[in-house]
């Protein structure tokens, strides 16, 4: 069955960065597009950035182009969202999602942003 595995948040100051990472099982992982969401206090879930299968090609939302960069390791089965020059408004639960007939999340993984 298709599980998705998130780590690497925590909290840090403004200015700061993070590395997330999604480990995937359960489908065919090079040819599959992925993506992070997020999840403010409060707010409904959001697409953060998402990264097709061959190729790589990468497509982020406004509030974040320029400073996260979404990026996979075929090898490793495994997407990775770099977070830099973060945002108090950034602090969310961010989840790792896959399509595949329906979605599927990860367990999420908090990230704070706050001094």
């Known amino acids: 069955q298709v599980q998705l595995v998130e780590s690497g948040g925590g909290l840090v100051q403004p200015g700061g960065s993070l590395r997330l990472s999604c480990v995937a099982s359960?489908?065919?992982?090079?040819?599959?597009?992925m993506r992070w969401y997020r999840q403010p206090p409060g707010k409904e879930r959001e697409l953060v950035a998402s990264?097709?299968?061959?190729?790589?090609?990468?497509i982020y939302a406004g509030s974040v182009k320029g400073r996260f960069t979404i990026s996979r390791d075929n090898a490793k089965n495994t997407v990775y969202l770099q977070m830099s020059s973060l945002k108090p408004e950034d602090t969310a639960v961010y989840y790792c999602?896959?399509?595949?007939?329906?979605?599927?999340w990860g367990q999420g993984t908090q990230v704070t942003v706050s001094s």
């Open positions: 990264i097709t299968g061959v190729g790589g090609s990468p």
């Open positions: 999602n896959v399509y595949g007939g329906r979605d599927y």
């Open positions: 359960g489908f065919t992982f090079i040819t599959t597009a």
